[in-house]
């Protein structure tokens, strides 16, 4: 009675499931962008090194000549 009652007042009422994956879905999201991001930023840094190292070399070797 009181469930029909609720129900006719808000069908929306006894969605928890509903509105639990939803929130669960929307945190995956962020920590999924957030990782994306961390492992872009990681990238370039190592890029950057490389490129740094491999400039360094040449004007070693450019010195030694």
């Known amino acids: 009675m009181e ?6 007042d808000d069908p929306t009422v ?3 499931d509903e ?3 939803d929130m ?3 945190e995956k999201e962020q920590y999924e962008q957030k990782l994306s991001h ?6 370039k840094k190592v ?3 490389a490129f740094d190292a491999a400039l360094w070399a040449i004007i070693c070797l450019s010195n030694q000549v």
């Open 19 to 21: 509105l639990y994956d």
């Open 47 to 49: 890029g950057l090194y």
């Open 14 to 16: 006894y969605c928890y």
């Open 38 to 43: 961390s492992k872009n930023t990681v990238e």
């Open 3 to 8: 469930i029909d009652k609720a129900l006719a």
């Open 24 to 26: 669960k879905d929307k």
